[in-house]
Nanobody
Framework: VQLQASGGGLVQPGGSLSVSCVVS????????MGWYRQAPGKQRELVAS???????NYADSVKGRFTISRDNAKKTVYLQMNALKAEDTAVYYC??????????????????WGQGTQVTVSS
């Protein structure tokens, strides 16, 4: 199972940016998906998560500004970030809780991380 994140970049305060993450592999089912972030010198924290049924959850710091969504057919999770602030600057990581087949065809469950994408909010 692999997660490939894309998007991110540099944006001015108040601007918008989006990131996406596609899951690949010998998948059976993708359960919860989410976005986390880690700023320099800080612990990784949950930004937003979404269930397979579309129920979402957000950190208080991003409520009303960020929107998480997913396209199950495309095996992709998105994070739309609006009204960005300097304190949103971090490396953003996607995570997926997955049921899949291993190399010998056995079903297994686990969670996987993407490689991270940098989001920088600065004037």
């Amino acid at each position: 199972v692999q997660l490939q994140a894309s998007g991110g970049g540099l944006v001015q305060p108040g601007g918008s940016l989006s990131v996406s993450c596609v899951v690949s592999g010998r998948l059976i089912r993708i359960n919860d998906m989410g976005w986390y972030r880690q700023a320099p010198g800080k612990q990784r924290e949950l930004v937003a998560s979404i269930t397979s049924g579309g129920n979402s959850n957000y950190a208080d710091s991003v409520k009303g500004r960020f929107t998480i969504s997913r396209d199950n057919a495309k095996k992709t999770v998105y994070l739309q970030m609006n009204a960005l602030k300097a304190e949103d600057t971090a490396v953003y990581y996607c995570k997926a809780d997955v049921n899949s087949y291993n190399s010998v065809g056995e079903m297994e469950a686990g969670y996987y991380w993407g490689q991270g994408t940098q989001v920088t909010v600065s004037s």
